[in-house]
T-cell receptor, first 116, second 110 residues
Framework: ETGVTQSPTHLIKTRGQQVTLRCSSQ?????VSWYQQALGQGPQFIFQYYREEENGRGNFPPRFSGLQFPNYSSELNVNALELDDSALYLC???????????????FGPGTRLTVL | DQQVKQNSPSLSVQEGRISILNCDYTNSMFDYFLWYKKYPAEGPTFLIS?????DKNEDGRFTVFLNKSAKHLSLHIVPSQPGDSAVYFC?????????FGKGTRLSVIA
């Protein structure tokens, strides 16, 4: 069983640029959630994807967007980067059944984004 | 408004002793709670969870206690080991998303 993987590990961008972060979910999982963790804070929910549809969104502007692919991998795209977007971006996968139920989320190692 | 609070930013415990990490929440809709451990340069690792229908859940050295009336949960680690040194996050869920506290840094001293 493979765990959650993310790429790249580190990334440096300049203000105004665009970035794409990638996540491969744990095998057998059908749901992917993205979180932003700023220094000294807990992870903050960005959005979740279930069956390739956005299934919930946190308090993040529309320039944060995402995709989920048929193999349940996912991308996080951020346009018009701002200095405050510098953070650790975490992807988490889980298995949500048809009846819903509890989704214990398993996290990848994260992508450290620095915006200069 | 922080819905999940971990009021102790750090905690130091001697090896072999009990570590107690605390977490308070404000939202009555939360009914599922989790603890994650995070080492530097790694993602959070799931430790243990508890549903609101229970008041205790054990898994080896880790026990989580839930006091719904006080909206408080705690994680007990017995005995503490140097490898337990990490940042511990409490998270709560009505379903999705997970709402995290800011974390408590545990240092276990040999």
């Amino acid at each position: 069983e493979t765990g959650v993987t993310q790429s790249p590990t580190h990334l440096i961008k300049t203000r105004g640029q665009q970035v794409t972060l990638r996540c491969s979910s744990q095998s057998g999982h059908n749901t992917v959630s993205w979180y932003q963790q700023a220094l000294g804070q807990g992870p903050q929910f960005i959005f979740q994807y279930y069956r390739e549809e956005e299934n919930g969104r946190g308090n993040f502007p529309p320039r944060f967007s995402g995709l989920q692919f048929p193999n349940y991998s996912s991308e996080l795209n951020v346009n018009a980067l701002e200095l405050d977007d510098s953070a650790l971006y975490l992807c988490a996968s889980s298995l949500v059944g048809l009846a819903g139920g509890r989704d214990t989320q398993y996290f990848g190692p994260g992508t450290r984004l620095t915006v200069l | 408004d922080q819905q999940v609070k971990q009021n102790s930013p750090s905690l130091s415990v001697q090896e072999g002793r009990i570590s107690i990490l605390n977490c308070d929440y404000t939202n009555s809709m939360f009914d599922y709670f989790l603890w994650y451990k995070k080492y530097p340069a790694e993602g959070p690792t799931f430790l243990i969870s508890i549903s609101s229908i229970k008041d205790k859940n054990e898994d080896g050295r880790f026990t989580v206690f839930l006091n719904k009336s006080a909206k408080h949960l705690s994680l007990h680690i017995v005995p503490s080991q140097p490898g337990d040194s990490a940042v511990y996050f409490c998270a709560a869920s009505p379903r999705t998303p997970l709402v995290f506290g800011k974390g408590t840094r545990l240092s276990v001293i040999a």
